[in-house]
Structure formats: structure tokens, C-alpha cells
């Protein structure tokens, strides 16, 4: 990772770990991975200026222990970001579509009969 990428990372690793306290996320991390993980190592991993990285086959159970995604998100090529983010609009829009079609349909009285 380039430099300004792993401080980014290491400052997010460690608004993640806070999430739940890294010794609670270090239980389930180890509990899912069925690997030693410990508050200390956690705590190596989000300390800048050292070597030692977070394992990259960890970020998905992570994410999915925490709910937070912006890790994964994070080490994302270009392109797939960007069709995140296209995604992320889509299913916005989509919404206030929705929402939009339910005000319609309470103005005009009546359900609205889509073709």
C-alpha cells in the first residue's frame, strides 16, 4: 500500500476496532477465523510506523462482525469503486422513486398502474 493509503487505513482500522472495543472485536475475529487474535495485536495492526499489517483474507469477516464496510470499500480499485458509488446511487434514487410514486398516488387517490 502507498504510504497515504496505509495511514488512512490504520486510521480507519482503528475507528473499526472502536466500533466495539478491540477486545470484543478480537474475540469474535477469533471466534470467525478460528485463529488467535488478540486486543494486542489489534492494537499493533492500527499503530502507525510499524511493519506489521492487518491480513487482507481478514477485512470481509471484519466488516461483517462490525457492519462497517468503508475498509473493503477503501482498498477498492478505481473502477470498482466507482461502480460502488453508481450502485450506492442507484439504490438511492430508487428510493425516492418510490417515495416519489407514493406521493403521486396519494394525490391522485388511487393507486398508479405502472405499464
Not at 478491540?22 to 485463529?35: H, M, P, S, Y
Not at 499489517?53 to 477485512?59: D, L
Request: glycine share 8%.
Amino acid at each position: 500500500m502507498a504510504p497515504n493509503i496505509d495511514k488512512e487505513f490504520r486510521d480507519q482500522l482503528a475507528e473499526v476496532f472502536a466500533l466495539l472495543g478491540r477486545k470484543e472485536t478480537a474475540a469474535r475475529l477469533q471466534a470467525r477465523l478460528g485463529t488467535k487474535v488478540t486486543k494486542g495485536m489489534l492494537d499493533d495492526f492500527a499503530r502507525h510506523g510499524r511493519t506489521v499489517r492487518f491480513p487482507p483474507t481478514w477485512i470481509g469477516p471484519l466488516c461483517d462482525i462490525t457492519g462497517d464496510h468503508r475498509l473493503a470499500e477503501l482498498i477498492l480499485p478505481g473502477n470498482l469503486r466507482e461502480t460502488l458509488d453508481l450502485g450506492k446511487h442507484v439504490r438511492a434514487a430508487a428510493g425516492s422513486l418510490k417515495a416519489a410514486y407514493q406521493i403521486v398516488e396519494r394525490l391522485e387517490g388511487s393507486p398508479r398502474r405502472r405499464k
